[in-house]
């Protein structure tokens, strides 16, 4: 099977544009969180998502959002742009028949200028 | 979420075992403890996961002592691969939902 893929890699943007970034869960699994990682945080829990619902949400300002579409596939977008929001930002997906371990992909590295 | 408390960093030498321990004073009777490894610029790896005595897969080893307040990730006969940051993490058996991350442990295995 095919791990989970983030797209795009790498982005650049600038302060006060929005930005969307997409995560492909593993095949069948249909739980699919999202982290930011930064130097200063470390790896922190935005919210996740199960069968097209939201059941979880971090403490992340609303200029956060995400959705999940009915092939599991999860999208994040983040508005109005801040230079704090520089940061690595990862899925996960997890199965319902072994929850307890959560699959991440490689991350999207995400640079706000 | 109970609480975890790891070294910020340590060092080894290659072909040695490396023991990184973990403590969770305030575990919950249903709350299971893994282990997660990240590489520089990779999302993390699970390693293992236990709720009590002692785990064993092909990369490493889990001890749990019988009060459960502390755990031990064993790694035996390390490499220079194995230089990542260690991830201890407590909490319901749930996987996805709200992984809690704390610091980690930076290991770095010296040749």
């Known amino acids: ?113 | 979420l109970a609480k975890t408390t790891q070294p910020i960093s340590m060092d080894s030498y290659e072909g040695q075992e490396v023991n990184i321990t973990c403590s969770h004073n305030n575990i919950a009777t249903n709350d299971y403890i893994t282990w997660y490894q990240q590489f520089p610029s990779q999302g993390p790896r699970f390693i293992i996961q236990g709720y009590k005595t002692k785990v064993t897969n092909e990369v490493a080893s889990l001890f749990i002592p019988a009060d459960r307040k502390s755990s031990t990730l064993s790694l035996p006969r390390v490499s220079l691969s194995d230089t990542a940051v260690y991830y201890c993490l407590v909490g319901p058996n749930f996987g996805n939902e709200k992984l809690t991350f704390g610091t980690g442990t930076r290991l770095t295995i010296i040749p």
């Open chain 1, 1 to 113: 099977k095919a791990g989970v893929t983030q797209t795009p890699r790498y982005l650049i943007k600038t302060r006060g544009q929005q930005v969307t970034l997409s995560c492909s869960p593993i095949s069948g699994h249909r739980s699919v969180s999202w982290y930011q990682q930064t130097p200063g945080q470390g790896l922190q829990f935005l919210f996740e998502y199960f069968s097209e619902t939201q059941r979880n949400k971090g403490n992340f300002p609303g200029r956060f959002s995400g959705r999940q579409f009915s092939n599991s596939r999860s999208e994040m977008n983040v508005s109005t742009l801040e230079l704090g929001d520089s940061a690595l930002y990862l899925c996960a997906s997890s199965s319902t028949d072994l929850p307890e371990r959560a699959f991440f992909g490689q991350g999207t590295r995400l640079t706000v200028v």
